[in-house]
Nanobody, 111 residues
Framework: QVQLVESGGGLVQPGGSLRLSCAASGSSFRLRTMGWYRQAPGKEREWVATIGSSGITNYADSVKGRFTISRDNAKNTVYLQMNSLKPEDTAVYYC?????WGQGTQVTVSS
């Protein structure tokens, strides 16, 4: 059993930045591929970024160059640094490691 707890969401103006954190329970964190997903109102949940156990990262085209996923295995935590935020980034952001989901954290980009 793995529990995922996200934090760091909030309201930010367009062009601003936020850093999301996801703290994971369990001793196998360093072996797990970790990901971030998001779901905007009225839309399906979509993949944002993934980081493998080796540190290899992948990003959705919509966030490439603006978002950075990273991990700290000593803290069992994965991060999502979000820069140059746009109104269309507004969504609930979820942390994921198969087959577990966090509860989500709201990110709102608005002036």
């Amino acid at each position: 059993q793995v529990q995922l707890v996200e934090s760091g969401g909030g309201l930010v103006q367009p062009g601003g930045s936020l850093r999301l954190s996801c703290a994971a329970s369990g001793s196998s964190f360093r072996l797990r591929t970790m990901g971030w997903y998001r779901q905007a109102p009225g839309k399906e949940r979509e993949w944002v970024a993934t980081i493998g156990s080796s540190g290899i990262t992948n990003y959705a085209d919509s966030v490439k160059g603006r978002f950075t996923i990273s991990r700290d295995n000593a803290k069992n935590t994965v991060y999502l640094q979000m820069n140059s935020l746009k109104p269309e980034d507004t969504a609930v952001y979820y942390c994921y490691t198969h087959p577990y989901w966090g509860q989500g954290t709201q990110v709102t980009v608005s002036s």
